[in-house]
């Protein structure tokens, strides 16, 4: 495994908007990690951070936060190409953003399947706090949450 790095896409407008999903459609790969997202192209509009994890000059996934209007939260949306799970590329993306959340005081939910239980490791590794949990999924901050900030 090498080391990934995120590589930011800038939507600042409509055409890099049609770009990047001409990208993603153009890769049945990404366009299926893509697929599982709730609504890509609505999400991708509201995002205020936009990443495609690259190892190697390949694109394995991407990580975004994303404004949700619904909760008043931002969350992080994570996706890796199923031939690049279970190797660590998750964890180091995951890593990567952390870093770029604290670095501008963001708090940031992830929410991760109750039978996902490589992508729970994942969060939790990298500092993520159980905040809740329903049935089907459980909820972490990432970021420097109250109770580290009161340390």
Do not use: W
């Amino acid at each position: 495994m090498g080391d990934v790095i995120l590589k930011r896409i800038e939507l600042d407008d409509q055409n890099s908007l049609v770009k990047i999903q001409r990208m993603i459609n153009n890769d049945e790969d990404l366009r299926n990690v893509f697929s599982g997202q709730r609504n890509t192209v609505s999400r991708l509009l509201n995002a205020c951070y936009v990443a495609f994890i690259q190892q190697q000059k390949n694109t394995i996934g991407f990580v975004m936060i994303v404004d949700n209007a619904r909760t008043r939260t931002q969350e992080v949306d994570i996706g890796i190409l199923k031939p690049y799970r279970k190797q660590g590329y998750g964890t180091q993306a995951l890593s990567l953003l952390k870093d770029i959340v604290i670095a501008n005081d963001l708090v940031v939910e992830a929410q991760v399947s109750n039978t996902n239980t490589a992508a729970i490791r994942t969060v939790v590794n990298n500092g993520g706090e159980l905040i809740r949990q329903d049935q089907e999924h459980s909820y972490f901050a990432l970021g420097q949450t109250e109770s580290e900030k009161k340390k």
